[in-house]
């Protein structure tokens, strides 16, 4: 019903609507291009595509109106795109220089400088520069494209796997596909069925390999039932059997980004214990949001789902944090939509139970048949500001003032 409601509104705003004239950037990096934009109260509130969305000011870093005219490019951009056609990148630094000194956060330029330094061969450069570009947007495919380039001209084959495999988890590109296919590993081991295909990073050890592949056949099942979808692909598994196994909710593991690919090591387990069948549950859950949404999805959103679909007690975390709920020191979720490895480790953990927490409250709002509608609302390609309205008829300030107060009520341990 969400979506044949999204695309009634949009004709409208292409006919009769303004264009987008106003810029919202929220103190988590994330731009908001919206037809009108205004704060009321505690709250920006913003028009787009026929509908109306709200969001607290204290997330709001500058809100911009910027008028109908479109911007004009930067000349010495399009300067230095001349000179990377004619072969003379080191002209082409020298003017994206310019260009990154008057707006240190143009994509453009952080794009095309790294091309430059990849020309020039200056693959270190090329690598720190494509990895700026992900610090100012970490969704963005180009970035990760380009850092999967500088990787694999150093040699890293396994790092620049990885980017071509995010790049292509945010927007499929067949030449990124080429790329992938020329870096990744050879050995690929057929499953019994459809679902998987599994490899093994190190020694092959198939004993290992098929208790695997029969707890996530059951896992793909119980999932594909709940969410109502299956990945459209098969779901790639990779054994590190060289490395050793080890509880993977560390702050290290949080920065880690799922591409679809579930990548667990297995070194000194003779077979699939609880604890190891808890962390193949929670990676093939990872797997299905991120091939679900397209890579739009927020992390507390990824992280929760994964940690309920896991088989964690859906309130095991509220009352730990009810008196952090009464003191008013949750996150905002709206801060926990990027990576977490930008929190200490502390609040890492802290993080991981809020993440549950909330999708507990969404489940007893609106029940599972909300979560697969808010799955699906980011998978049109909503921000999640926009798909939480569409799909729970919640804001993001209803949605977090009402999970707080529930908080709030819950007798702390």
Request: no cysteine.
């Amino acid at each position: 019903m969400h979506r044949s409601l999204f695309r009634l509104a949009l004709p409208a705003a292409l006919l009769g609507g303004p264009l987008l004239a106003d810029t919202v950037t929220l103190t988590n990096g994330r731009v908001i291009e919206a037809d009108r934009a205004w704060f009321q109260g505690s709250e920006l509130r913003y028009e787009k595509n026929g509908g109306v969305y709200g969001l607290p000011r204290s997330l709001v870093l500058k809100l911009e109106h910027q008028g109908a005219q479109e911007q004009v490019a930067d000349p010495d951009i399009a300067k230095a795109r001349e000179r990377l056609r004619v072969r003379d990148p080191l002209g082409a630094t020298q003017l994206l220089g310019r260009a990154l000194s008057r707006d240190p956060q143009s994509m453009a330029a952080l794009h095309a400088l790294t091309e430059a330094y990849l020309a020039l061969g200056n693959l270190h450069a090329a690598r720190s520069t494509a990895q700026r570009a992900i610090q100012f947007d970490a969704r963005n495919a180009r970035s990760r494209a380009l850092l999967g380039d500088a990787l694999a001209a150093l040699g890293d084959r396994e790092g620049a796997e990885g980017e071509y495999r995010r790049s292509l988890a945010l927007q499929a590109d067949p030449e990124i596909e080429r790329k992938l296919s020329e870096v990744a590993p050879a050995p690929v081991v057929p499953t019994r069925g459809a679902q998987f295909r599994i490899r093994y990073d190190g020694s092959v050890n198939e004993p290992m390999g098929l208790a695997v592949l029969a707890s996530l056949d059951t896992a793909y099942g119980e999932y594909s039932t709940r969410l109502g979808f299956h990945p459209p692909d098969p779901v790639m598994v990779v054994l590190q059997t060289e490395a050793a196994f080890q509880n993977p909710r560390t702050p290290d593991w949080a920065a880690g980004i799922n591409d679809g690919t579930i990548r667990v090591a297995v070194r000194g387990l003779d077979g699939v214990t609880p604890r190891l069948l808890a962390v193949l549950r929670h990676e093939l859950a990872h797997s299905f949001v991120a091939t679900r949404t397209g890579g739009n999805s927020p992390t507390w959103l990824q992280e929760g789902i994964s940690q309920w679909l896991e088989g964690g007690d859906p309130a095991r975390e509220d009352a730990g944090l009810a008196e952090r709920a009464r003191e008013g020191r949750l996150h905002s979720l709206l801060s926990l939509e990027g990576p977490f490895q930008g929190l200490e480790e502390a609040e890492v953990y802290q993080a991981y139970a809020e993440s549950l927490s909330a999708v507990a409250h969404i489940l007893r709002k609106r029940g599972e048949a909300g979560l697969v509608r808010l799955l699906s609302a980011l998978a049109d390609g909503l921000p999640s500001e926009e798909a939480l309205p569409v799909s729970l008829a919640l804001s993001y300030p209803e949605l977090q003032k009402g999970w707080e107060d529930y908080l709030r009520s819950v007798k702390s341990r």
